[in-house]
C-alpha cells in the first residue's frame, strides 16, 4: 500500500483514533486479517468472525510490528474505530486506488474467473508490475484487500469480483473502479441463490455498466495504425460466445471488445485442437496478427480463458506475439483448479476439487477424457470422482443426473460418486445411460473413495477428482499424491 499517516487514515475511514501517540505514524506495511501475516508497519484489521475476533488479536499484532489496528471497537493498543469494518475497509481500498494511476482489470462470471484472472496477471505481469489476488480473493473483504497491496510502482491491478446476488459487484466496482471489465459467461453457477439466468446475468452486467465511457476519437493514448498500444476510455471484454454476455454490449458506455470463437469476434481463436495430453492449441487472431498458441493448462475450456485474457492484454498494449508466446508458458497459479500430479507408478491425479457448476464439471470431464486418450496405449483407465454440486436449486438433481450420463457418453471408464442424495443422482444418471456393473459406483465419504481407489487404481490411469468446495474432495487427490490416509473423514461403505 502506499504510505499514509494514522490521521489519513482516520479521515479516509470516518473513524476515532484511540490510543495513539502520534497521528503522524505511518503504515508503510501491508494490510491485513491475519495476524500471523503483519510485518513492520502493516495496518491490522479485526474482523468479528464465526471462530475467531480479530479484536482478541490486535494487541498481539502490534506487538509483531503493527502500527495500529482497523477495529470496530477499542483494543487497548493504538487504533483507529469505526463503525463497520468492512465498509471502513473497503473505503480506504477506494482512496488509494483513486490516488494511483494503475490500469485496474476487473472479471467476473459464473465459471473460469480464477483460472483467467491468473492467465491475466502472467500476461500483464510481463508488461509491468502487477498485483492480482491469491486465490478466489473477490468479495467485499478479499477484494479490497487485494486492492490496497498496490502501490505507486504498480502498473496494472487484476481484481475479481464475484456476487451473491444483484447489487454485490455494483458495490465492489465502485470500491475500485476498472478501466477494463471481462465477463467470461453466465452459467448455472449458485443459481438457486439467483433465482435463474437472467438474475445471474442481471448481476455479472453490472460491472459493464460501471465502466468509464468509451475515449473520442484523438483522446491521448490511442494506439497507431495496426499497434496494441494502451488505450484510453474504459473497455468492455465480453465473451461473444455467450449470448447472455453479447447482450451486455448495449448496457455500457465504454467500448466494447468481443473474444470467442464467433467468426466477429475481435479476439477469436481458430483451428481449436487438443495434444495428445489433452491440452488445447488454437490461431490466435487479434486486430493486429495471429499467432500460434499451445498451452500448458488441460482441457478446451481454457481456450475461453486464454482468450479473454488475450483481449485484456492487448488492450493493455501488449503485440500478439508477446501474448501468444506468455499464453503457452502460463501456468496455474491456484490451489485445486486442474492441478495435474504424476505419481511415480505412472498414475496421473487430477485435482480440480476447489469447486464445481455444471459448467466446470462438463469441462473437466471433457479434459479428462482427453488425457486418458494418451494412456490407453498403455491400457490405463480414466477415473471420474465426482462430488455434489451445491447451490443448483430445484435444478440440482437433473443437473447431477446429466453429468452422470455424460461421464457415460465420453466413455469414462469408472465414475465414483461421493456424498449423498446429489452423488446418489450422478450414479443413477450414468446408470441409467448404461453404465453397469462395476462402471459407476456411489460411496457414502471420501474415505470410502480412498479406499476403493487405493485397491483399484493401476499404472496409466488418469484419475479426476471435482466437487463443490464444501464437499471436501481435496482430501482425496492428497490421499492418493501422499500415500496418507483421509483424515476427519470416517469410513464408508460402497453400493453398486
Excluded at 269 to 288: C, M, Y
Aim: aromatic share 4%; with cysteine; glycine share 12%.
Amino acid at each position: 500500500m502506499i504510505s499514509l499517516t494514522l490521521a489519513e487514515i482516520a479521515s479516509i475511514t470516518g473513524g476515532q483514533p484511540h490510543d495513539i501517540p502520534d497521528p503522524q505514524l505511518t503504515v508503510s506495511g501491508p494490510v491485513v486479517k491475519d495476524s500471523r501475516e503483519v510485518r513492520p508497519g502493516s495496518l491490522f484489521v479485526a474482523f468479528a468472525g464465526e471462530r475467531a475476533d480479530g479484536h482478541d488479536f490486535a494487541a498481539g499484532a502490534v506487538a509483531d510490528g503493527a502500527t495500529a489496528v482497523l477495529a470496530a471497537r477499542p483494543v487497548g493498543v493504538p487504533a483507529i474505530v469505526v463503525d463497520d469494518v468492512v465498509a471502513a475497509l473497503g473505503a480506504l481500498a477506494r482512496a488509494v486506488v483513486g490516488r494511483l494511476g494503475t490500469n485496474v482489470v476487473a472479471l467476473t462470471g459464473s465459471a473460469g474467473k480464477t483460472s483467467t484472472k491468473d492467465l491475466i496477471a502472467q500476461l500483464l505481469q510481463r508488461n509491468g508490475p502487477t498485483v492480482w489476488p491469491e486465490g478466489n480473493l473477490n468479495n467485499e473483504i478479499g477484494l479490497p484487500l487485494t486492492a490496497l497491496r498496490a502501490d505507486d510502482t504498480t502498473s496494472h491491478l487484476v481484481l475479481e469480483m464475484g456476487a451473491r446476488g444483484v447489487g454485490h459487484i455494483r458495490y465492489l466496482a465502485a470500491l475500485t473502479p476498472p478501466r477494463i471489465g471481462v465477463v467470461l459467461n453466465v452459467g448455472s453457477a449458485h443459481i438457486g441463490e439467483f433465482g435463474g439466468r437472467e438474475q445471474i446475468a442481471l448481476a455479472k452486467g453490472e460491472l459493464v455498466e460501471a465502466l468509464p465511457a468509451e475515449a473520442e476519437e484523438g483522446s491521448e493514448g490511442l494506439p497507431q495504425e495496426g499497434g496494441g498500444g494502451r488505450r484510453a476510455g474504459g473497455v468492455a471484454v465480453l465473451n461473444a460466445d455467450d449470448p447472455y454476455v453479447r447482450a451486455m454490449v448495449h448496457r455500457t458506455k465504454a467500448r466494447t471488445v468481443l473474444f470467442g470463437e464467433a467468426p466477429d469476434a475481435d479476439i477469436r481463436a481458430e483451428n481449436v485442437r487438443l495434444t495428445a495430453l489433452g491440452q488445447p492449441a488454437f490461431t490466435l487472431h487479434t486486430p493486429s496478427g495471429c499467432s500460434e498458441v499451445t498451452m500448458r493448462l488441460y482441457g478446451e475450456h481454457h481456450v475461453s480463458n486464454a482468450l479473454a485474457a488475450a483481449a485484456v492484454a492487448h488492450e493493455s498494449g501488449m503485440s500478439v506475439d508477446e501474448i501468444a508466446t506468455a499464453l503457452s508458458e502460463a501456468g496455474t497459479l491456484s490451489r485445486w483448479r486442474m492441478e495435474v500430479t504424476e505419481r511415480a507408478d505412472g498414475v496421473t491425479v487430477v485435482n480440480d476439487a476447489y469447486n464445481a457448476n455444471p459448467e466446470s464439471m462438463r469441462a473437466a470431464l471433457r479434459a479428462l477424457a482427453a488425457m486418458g486418450e494418451a494412456g490407453k496405449a498403455r491400457g490405463g483407465r480414466t477415473w471420474a470422482v465426482l462430488g455434489e454440486m451445491a447451490e443448483l436449486g430445484e435444478d440440482a438433481l437433473a443437473e447431477h443426473d446429466a453429468v452422470g450420463r455424460l461421464a457415460v457418453r465420453l466413455n469414462v471408464s469408472k465414475l465414483v460418486a461421493v456424498g449423498g442424495r446429489e452423488a446418489a443422482w450422478l450414479q443413477m444418471g450414468a446408470y441409467n445411460e448404461g453404465s453397469w456393473g462395476e462402471e459407476s459406483v456411489h460411496v457414502s465419504d471420501t474415505r470410502a473413495a480412498v479406499d476403493l481407489l487405493r485397491s483399484e487404481l493401476r499404472p496409466g490411469d488418469v484419475v479426476l477428482v471435482k466437487a463443490s468446495r464444501s464437499v471436501g474432495l481435496e482430501r482425496v487427490a492428497a490421499a492418493l499424491l501422499d500415500g496418507e490416509g483421509v483424515q476427519g473423514a470416517e469410513s464408508g461403505s460402497a453400493t453398486r
